[in-house]
Each structure stands twice: as structure tokens, then as C-alpha cells.
């Protein structure tokens, strides 16, 4: 019998039908091959199928089905797994032979990082990288990059691989989630998968819903007005101006160079730069809400500079975006941030304002935070020293979430102050063996009368406390600690963790006016 000569056409429409159909069977990019999942959590799994398909997920000895809905997603949980450092394979399956293989799956500690530069910073761009290279031999820390760009809308689906960590693939990982992660497998013993969705550059309001920012006035406000600019961007004009910024940058770095001095920074183009962060929102939409809801034990951010134009409204969004994120994922997860570190020489006090409400927000559950006022570089936003962020990080996880003993948790915060005389006494936590870094004289005190105009003050410690006081200030009101983008301070714990910027002080911006007075 001959075969009808449009049966081969036929068999592949057929074959070309059924690989389509298959493709609609997937699973959410996280849930990929060299994963790491949460241990002593239920698990979330979740993807997409035909409407109304039952699917089944086996792995390490479990089995369990849903059924997909009207939209093709489903969604279901495993029960809490183990820590375990044997690769095994997940398998997906649905009817008509749908099935996917996960392979290479791991079951420990995973954390998000989060931010803008400072977290996307990668190993590579860190001190000592080749020395960093060539011990990155952790088969069982694993990094996954989320690379999905903005959305105007919630993404369900995002992009992004997972990668074993080898000397090799080090170099693009996210300097301060690996460092972070490399001292928790060393000392919890586990594997670890790191989660890294940050993009340069960016402020917070592109990292919280527009739910979120619309549900209080102050918030809405900005943005709306954000989303108002950002729909009438003018890419024309945008470029003209660009194009003019050039080149007067150009001017500017010829004559920096012929005079030896520092450089200016290169005017950012527009156009890419929006693409690449889109508006108020954008990247909760398009690199966070598609990661919800992957099983975590905790967040990390790294984030601020691209909020210091506007340091009094900084505490409620970052307060909004760690309850905000804690409600997507339906779990109050430890949620840590780095505060700014010291950087260049201004009269500006946005960066300890800034730092300021971070430290703030430490009043919410199950917060910390990696003050960084030590190890910063005055001349770059980027500072190279990646390895003791992650590793102050790490004293706090290990501590506060894994319950380890460790030298200190945090460097000294403040926690209350009183007027006595001509001295203002100040209190601090964290503080056990409070000295000073070099074994000077505590540096970086002013304190103020009701004149509000500030003189440099010497100060003593006594155990836990800081007395500070100014022979220019015979009835102090406020005392204020490394009050400025790039302080000469010296105070520390016994761990040699430094104090934060402080004040006792609500004032408005009175550190120029202060400078004008003195001269």
C-alpha cells in the first residue's frame, strides 16, 4: 500500500502541533536545573499547563498534584525537605506524556538579594578578584539571575538561570550575595542558593508595587508625579540634552586630567537608561513579582543612593518595600539592608539622613542591618570591598536567624540620650567593649545649643555610653554623631564593628548653615 504523498506534511504540522502544545507545559524559570530549594520549609513549585490539566511533582521520595486553572497556572507545595547536599531530579509530569526533568537540585538556605548597583556589583568588579577566583570551588553554592527587564504590568513569567559556583562563573555573581552566601554554607554547613534581582541605578519606588505606593498620600504623590513623567518622556529632547551633557563632560574630564583631579561622572544616557529601568514600579513588576512565590529564608537589600535627592520620605518606602514583599510572599522572612557607606566631601546631609532611616526602620520584626561607614571609597559610589559587607551581613543571619554566637551582630546603635549640664550623655546597644578604631579620642561628635548652630565636640566613653560635651556650648540641646556623607569618626564595638551616624536632634538641614556661622 503507498503511503498518500501528504502524510509526511500532514505528520509534521502534526509534530510541529504537539511541540507547540508541549511548550505550554513549563515551569516558573526558578524552578530550573541547578536550584537551590529551602530547606525546613514547605516548597513552592508552580508553572503553567492546559487549562484544567492535573500535574504531578515527585522529588526526594514526595508526590504531589494539582490542577491547573483557567489561566493555565498551577501551583502546589512540598512538604518540608531536608538540607541535602546530593543532586537529585525533580520531575513534572501531566497527561499525554507532559513531563519535565529538573536535574542537579539541591535543598538548603536560600536568599534574595535585591538594590541597585551596589548589589549588582559583581565579583569580578570586587578587590582581589583573582585571589577570589581561584578558591571559588563551592559546587554547592549556587547564584540565579533573575534577567527579566521592566514591566508597565506585573510579569508572571521571568528569565534567568541558575549557576553552580566555580571559578569559572564566580566573576558574575552578585559580590555581596556571595560573600553573604559563602560564609553561611561555610558556617550552617548547607548548601546555599543565592537569588539576585537588582538593576544599577535605581531608586526604591521602581522596586514597590503601585499598589503599595498608591496606599498612602505621601508615597502616591511621588508616584503619581513619577508616573506622569515617565509617560510623557520625550526621547527627542532627551537625547538633544544628553547629547549637550556629553559634551561638556568631555570638556570637563580633558581638563580634570590636565590637572590631575578627580574625574567628573559620565552623564547617563536617557533613553537606554529608561529602557533599562522603566518607570514607578517597573522592576517590582518585571524582576520581582515573578520570583513569588520561590521559597526563601530571607532578603537582602542594598539600595539608597538613588534615593538621596529625597532623604525624608526613605523610611516609609523602605519600610513599605519590606512589609510589602513580606505580603507577597505570604511569609515574614528575615529582611536585611546595608546601610550607605562614607562617601566624597559635601555639605549635604542626604547620605546620614538616608542612613538615618534605615537605621529606623531596624523597629520592624526580624530586621537588621551592615553599617559600612568604615569601608567606603570617598571617590567612588562603588566601593571594591564587597567581602565585609557580605561578611557583616553574615553576623547577623548567623545570629539572629541561624543561631550561632558570633562577636557582634551589628556595630553600635543608638538607643537614647539625655542632657546633663554642659554634656549631652548618650546610650548605645551593641556596644559591649566600646573603644575607638585607631585608640585616639572618640571622633566625629558636634553638639548644638537652641541656636541649632553646631561646634566640633569632644567626647569620653563610659562602658556603653558616650559623654559629649563643647566649651563653645555651655547649654547643649542635641548631640550628633559622623553627621556627614564622608565622616571622620572613629567608634566601634569590641568587634571592631563601627557605630552608625546619628543625631539626638529632628532639626532640618542645619549643617551649612553651621559652616556659614563658623566663618
Known sequence: MRTPRFLPILLAVLAGCSSLFAAGFRLAAP?????????????????WADAGESVTVAFAGQSK??????????????????????PRTLVVSGKDGHKVEVKDVLVGEVWLGSGQSNMA????????FDAEKAVAQYPLIRHYQESSGPSELPLPEGKGVWKACTPDNVGSFSAV???FGREIHKEVGVPVGLVNTSVGGTPIESWVSAETQSSDPETKAIYDMQQKAYQAFDATKATALFEKQLAAWKIATAKAK??????????TEPVA??????????????????????????MLWYQGEGNAGNPGIYEKQLSQLVTSWRTSWQDEVPFAWVQLPNYRDSNSESWPRIRESMMKVLALPKTGMAITLDIGDPKDIHPKNKQDVGLRLSYWALESVYGRKVSATSGPLPVGNKVEGSAVRISLKHAARLKTRDGTAPRG?????????WKPAAARIEGTEVIVSSPEVATPVAARYAWAENPDCNLVNGAGLPATSFRTDDWADTVAASQKARK
Open 31 to 47: 524552578i530550573s536545573d541547578h536550584m537551590v530549594l529551602q530547606r525546613e520549609k514547605p516548597v513552592a513549585v508552580w508553572g
Open 65 to 86: 498534584s494539582a490542577t491547573a486553572n483557567a489561566d493555565g497556572k498551577w501551583i502546589l507545595k512540598l512538604d518540608a525537605l531536608k538540607a541535602s547536599a546530593e
Open 121 to 128: 556589583m559583581n565579583v569580578q568588579s570586587s578587590n582581589n
Open 177 to 179: 550575595l556571595y560573600f
Open 258 to 267: 590636565a590637572e590631575k583631579a578627580d574625574l567628573p561622572r559620565k552623564p
Open 273 to 298: 537608561m529608561r529602557k533599562f529601568k522603566g518607570g514607578p514600579a517597573g522592576l517590582y513588576n518585571g524582576k520581582v513579582a515573578n520570583l513569588v512565590p520561590y521559597t526563601l529564608r530571607g
Open 445 to 453: 561628635f558636634s553638639i548644638a545649643g537652641a541656636d541649632k548652630i
